[in-house]
Each structure stands twice: as C-alpha cells, then as structure tokens.
C-alpha cells in the first residue's frame, strides 16, 4: 500500500513529501530542517532511498543535499541543472524504481527551465500520484518571472505546456502533491483547496481552462504580485549544496549588548506582539510580529547576509523564529534574549510606540500628521485612506527619505501587522510613528471622511 | 457544542485573506448564524478575536488543534 505524507511549512506556503510502500521511503523537496523528515522515517523505520528535488527552489534553502549526505540516499536533480555537486541526473522519460515505488520523470519547464515532476506508480504500472513541484498547483500555477525578465514570456508559453501535458497523461483519479501554493509568492495566483486530482484541476486550473496560450499567458502576467527580494539569493545557496539547519541558539544578551549590537548596525528584531513592543521597546530594534509572514517581511527587509539578534517573549518564539529564518538562509544570528528576562526599564533608549485606531485618526487634522499605506499596489488600488501616502512594504527601506519628517507618521496596513513593523523602521530612521492597530481589507476606504461621503 | 451554519476553511491563505474570506463569509450569513473558521495563519489567533471585536461580531470560541487555528464567530 503506497502512502504519501505532506510535510507543511505554513510560514512560507510551501509542502514537502514522503512515499513510501511502509519499507521504502523517497522524499520530495524537503525544507532545510530536516528533523521533521527524519522523525517520519526514524518513527516508521523506512529506508530513505532517495531524494527528489523538482527545482532549484527560489523561494527557500533545500534540505534535500543535506538530507542525502546524512541518510546515504541518491540525490535526484535534473541532469542539466548547473550545481555544485554530485548527484543523480534524470531526463524526461527516465524511471526510478525502489522497492514498490515507480516514480517517473517528466521535464515540466514553466516555473524553472529545467523544472521535473515525477508521476508516481505501483508496481503494477497505476499512476497514484503526480509531484508537481512549481508547475501545477491547486488550481494555480507556479509563477514564471523568477529566473530571469528575458526568459518570463518563453517560461509562460513552457508552464502552460507543461500543465496541459500532465493532465494529458495522467488519468482523472491521480492525486496532484504540488510544493507550492497554500501562501507562498510563488504561486502565481492564491490557491485555495487543501487537496486535488487531475480530474479536479481540469475544472479550474488556469492553464486548463484558458480558452488559448495567448489569453492564459496575459492573465497569468497581469495578475503577478511583487516576490520577496530574498529569492534572488536562493538559487545560487540551493545550487553550491547547503548544510541542514541546526537548532541551536547562541547565547543570551544582556541589555547593554542588545544596546552595542544596534549601535554596530545588527538588525534587531523584537518578535512580540504590537502591543507588548508598543508598550516598551528599546529604541533601534524592530517590531517584527512572531507570524506566518516573519520570513517574507523579514526577507524584504533586512540585507541578505545581515547579522541578526531576536528578541521574543520566551526560548520557544525565538527558537521557532530562528527555524523559520533559516529555511530562507537568513542565520547570522549574532545573539538572543527572551524580553522577560530584561529589564531595560528608565533606559536612555526605552520608547513606546503609540498604539491607535482610525477613529483616532480622525480626531487629528491633515497638517499635523502624516499618513501612510504600506499596503500592496493591488490593496492600495482597492480603496485607501483619502489622507495616505502610498509605500508598498517592500518599498519601505529605499523609500524611508520620501516621509515628510517634523510630523508624526500614522501607519497601517491590512490588520496591522506590516505597519507595526514600518512604524518601528521609520522611528529607528528618526521619524515619530503612530501605528494605526485597525483594519483597511481590500476594497475599505476608512476615515470620517470617505464615511461621511458614502452617507449623503 | 454551538451548532455551525457554515465552515469557512481558509487553511494556507496568508494575511489578510483570512480576515477578508471571513469578513465575505459572515456577509453571507444571517444574524445569529455562527461561522466556523479554520486559519493555519498563526498571525490569525491574533486578527481573528480583534477583528471580531472591532466589527462586534462574537468571537464564541477559539481553539488550536495539531497546527490550525479554529474560531467560531457570530453574526451580529
């Protein structure tokens, strides 16, 4: 009996996968933590025979070289990817048997040039199963703009092809395990089922019911949402063989270490809620909320090879913090400290961030303050405050000398999680913020003003 | 056990859909009913509760379970 186990990594949208035949294991894309992978086969007493990469991923560090050093299993990659060791090339049409698993390769360029799934059989020849990597998604696509400007029309016309192509030689019942989707930018659109077959995705994936190559190919190019800045670093890492992650914290700081590591220029993170940083914070360290989104927010702001000190409410935030940073090969952590065990209480440095609503916005008058959206292009579009001044979040640290200064800086966003992190990079930039902890969806247009407007 | 009209999963949306899904979702709904949402957004178990504050929908419960983050809301 073939099983296949989803490995989630939520924070970054992205799926890794075990099969097995219960003696057998072969593992897909696996994120850098490997102990997740590890406790999977050590817990059912497998053998891990392969290791099977669909792409040099762009959108995370791969655990998949480190995993084959550590278990001795063969290394799959396409046989024309550009990398730095040894591994066991595949091409379109070739098969990999071992034990009761067939897993058999199908060149899918789209997402990457060189992009593979791998069709999943028994050994009585029944595809189970399909790994589709960055091609297809729940009913989406991987996106195609991230290899290079001049190849994303080529790598367009190739994912739609390729898409078509599997769902031409899969039947209905074939599950589809896709890394991608579930939250990452690297699916072109948002995807929203948890699970699917070939015969769900012909009733919606994009690529199957374009009417035409042409129409498919302006959708998916017009609807392309800007990508975290860190990916331009993780093909290069992914290509020289990375090293696994290992989950150790490096000492605790003291206050005035925390202090030195600002003024050196370590970027400082404080993971905890916008209210406890609101409250207290030291002056220099920024509010980057213990979320989901930590490694796509961190990514697009702090300089890839950066050293980094967390500050969070307990070991446990900081440790989770480190892991989820790591898998996008951010790991210079210079330093840590759990906040309860501070006290930077009268401090010269100690700040307090106002906290406020946008019913408190509009008790202020448009010449005493500044307001800002750090929303995306497609929210800001949507409606905004009437008063904003518009820095998309990914903007922010080349745009900071754009804020007027002398006034205070009211922030928001969607549910206020970018803007408290904006509000703490402008006031470390001199400026005083304001973050506005409410909420502006898609399509709001807050403030008494718009309010007034829309009653008469 | 509050009885559920309707579940809403918005498992692997990242933010803010899971607030815009439930904010669509609840407008579909009528006074009393109790929308089920199902988030494996950790910035949820945030958002949720102060989202249903802020728009004076009752957050009834909350609950996590092995990695998703489960809340039931009423519509006001």
């Not at chain 1, 290509?239 to 370590?266: H, M």
């Not at chain 1, 898998?327 to 961030?353: C, F, K, M, N, P």
């Amino acid at each position: 009996m073939i099983e296949v186990v989803s490995i989630d990594t939520p924070s970054l949208g992205d799926r890794s996968y075990l099969t097995t035949d219960g003696e057998v294991a072969v593992v897909v894309d696996p994120q850098r933590d490997l102990d997740r992978v590890m406790r999977l086969v050590e817990e059912r007493q497998l053998r891990l025979s392969h290791v099977l990469e669909t792409h040099v991923h762009n959108d995370y560090v791969t655990g998949g070289f480190a995993l084959a050093q550590h278990t001795g299993a063969t290394y799959v990659l396409n046989a024309d990817d550009d990398v730095a060791f040894d591994h066991h090339g595949v091409t379109d049409g070739d098969e990999l048997r071992t034990g009761g698993l067939i897993l058999r390769v199908v060149h899918t360029p789209g997402h990457t040039p060189t992009h593979l799934s791998y069709a999943l059989h028994d050994v009585s020849g029944k595809a189970i199963g399909v790994f589709t990597g960055g091609s297809m998604l729940f009913g989406s696509i991987g996106r195609t703009d991230l290899v290079d400007a001049a190849m994303t029309e080529t790598l367009s016309r190739s994912q739609f092809r390729s898409v078509r192509r599997l769902a031409a030689i899969l039947p209905d019942e074939v599950e589809v395990h896709p890394t991608h989707g579930f939250g990452s930018h690297c699916a072109a659109t948002q995807t929203t089922r948890s699970a699917s077959t070939i015969g769900a995705e012909r009733t919606d994936n994009p690529a199957l019911v374009a009417d035409d190559e042409g129409t498919f190919i302006r959708a998916l190019l017009s609807g392309l949402h800007p990508y975290p800045t860190y990916y331009a670093h993780m093909a290069p890492f992914n290509r020289s063989g990375p090293r696994a992650f290992e989950p150790v914290l490096p000492a605790p700081l003291d206050v005035p270490a925390i202090v030195a590591a600002v003024r050196a220029g370590s970027w400082v993170l404080d993971l905890r809620d916008r209210r406890a940083y609101g409250n207290s914070h030291l002056l220099g360290t920024l509010n980057a909320e213990l979320r989901n989104d930590l490694p796509t927010y961190v990514g697009w702001l702090v300089p890839f090879d950066a050293a980094m000190v967390l500050l969070g409410d307990d070991r446990d935030d900081i440790a989770e913090a480190q892991r989820m940073l790591a898998r996008i090969g951010y790991e210079r952590l210079a330093g840590q400290a759990a906040v309860t065990e501070l006290d930077w209480d009268g401090h010269e440095l100690e700040r307090s961030l106002r906290v406020a609503r946008f019913a408190d916005l509009d008790d202020t008058a448009a010449d005493e303050r500044t307001v800002l959206d750090v929303r995306d292009e497609w929210e800001w579009d949507s409606g905004h405050h009437p008063d904003a001044f518009h820095v998309p979040f990914h903007q922010l640290a080349d745009r900071v000398g754009e804020i007027p200064p002398g006034r205070p800086v009211w922030v928001y966003c969607a549910t206020g999680a970018r803007a408290t992190l904006a509000a703490s990079v402008l006031e470390r930039a001199g400026h005083q913020g304001v973050l506005v902890d409410d909420f502006c969806l898609p399509g709001d247009v807050p403030g008494k003003a718009a309010a007034a407007a829309k009653a008469s | 056990m509050t009885a559920v009209t309707k579940t809403l999963d918005a498992s692997g949306l990242a933010c803010p859909m899971p607030i815009v899904r439930t904010r669509q979702a609840l407008d579909g709904l009528a006074t009393g009913d109790v929308l089920e949402l199902i988030s494996t957004d950790r910035g949820s178990w945030r958002d949720v509760p102060a989202w249903a504050e802020s728009t004076g929908n009752p957050l009834l419960e909350s609950r996590e379970e092995d990695g998703r983050f489960i809340f039931l809301i009423q519509k006001a």
